[in-house]
């Protein structure tokens, strides 16, 4: 369905779509699939949609999420998915959303993943709902079939533990950690991932996303084995598009300057940014 479509600027699209499903895929978590084909043919992996769920006053302001993964028929592109967790008022009230109900979306958004000619063997580390972007790169990946993907994912407890199965299926290996030791190793996936290299697996680069303290660890981590590291910022947004510049973040080695996730990001070089904990 398209009530109205304004072309902002260059690729970037907004739109009134349908929800094609919104599936509860665990405690706090759902997929909702979008029927926004145009979108999800020319999104990036690591990049983002800014999505507003109805025209009632709360809540007021659009909410950032990752594009998740294309949904295709056949040869057919029909829209994309987006893999969420309810934490507020915005993914509550998404939460209710049924098929066939219309909600407003605006994006692609910033800038993803990049993965440089001579990546061969690359780690993606992902934390809770952070899954949600690197699938979308792991799929990216696989299409390349030049590159081997290790998969880390970590949750408080097996519940949030995202997409093990679906990184399975595409050949990747999956090590999983919880807090709670519900499935894989009890601790940290970041205490993995430190492992992993200090037994000499060394990828050519790592991708990352999850909560800020993880990120900064992997940061440190990846830092210290010379590895090429690449996070993604999950910062509150207002706007998503650099206008209201609610989502600085503080460049490295540059005192007083700062970035801006949703123009400069999400992605980053994990050298570029100091990520407040
Ligand atoms: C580029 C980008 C991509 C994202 N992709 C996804 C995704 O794929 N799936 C997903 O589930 N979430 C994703 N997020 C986070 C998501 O945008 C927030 O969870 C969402 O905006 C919360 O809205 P709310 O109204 O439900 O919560 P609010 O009512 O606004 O807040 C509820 C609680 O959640 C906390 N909170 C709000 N936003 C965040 C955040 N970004 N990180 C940590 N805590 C937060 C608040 O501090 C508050 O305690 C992404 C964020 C960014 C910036
Ligand atoms: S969210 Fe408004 S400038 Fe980034």
Known sequence: MREFRIRLMKQLLQEKVRVLHNQKVGPAYFRMGLAFAELARITRPGQFVMVR?????????RRPFSVHRRLVKGNEILGFELLYKVVGKGTQAMSELKSGDVIDVLGPLGKGFSCPEGVCDVFLVAGGVGVASLYCLALY????????????????????????????????????????????????????????????????????????????????I????????????????????????????????????YLHVCTDGPVFDCRDVLIDV
């Open 53 to 61: 769920v109805h025209d009632r006053p709360i809540p007021l302001l």
């Open 222 to 257: 990846a830092g210290a084995h010379n590895v090429p590291c690449q996070i993604s910022l999950e910062s509150a947004m207002a706007c998503g598009f650099g206008v209201c510049l609610g989502c600085a973040v503080e460049k490295a080695g540059n005192r007083g300057a």
């Open 141 to 220: 990946l696989a299409e390349l079939n030049s590159v081997k993907s290790t998969v880390f994912l970590g949750g408080r407890s097996a519940a949030d533990v995202l997409c093990q199965e679906e990184f399975q299926s595409m050949g990747a290996t999956v090590r999983i950690t919880t807090e709670d030791c519900s499935l894989g190793e009890r601790g940290l996936v970041t205490s993995l991932v430190q492992k992993a290299l200090e037994v000499d697996e060394k990828p050519d680069m790592i991708y990352a996303c999850g909560p800020q303290a993880m990120l900064k660890a992997v940061s440190e």
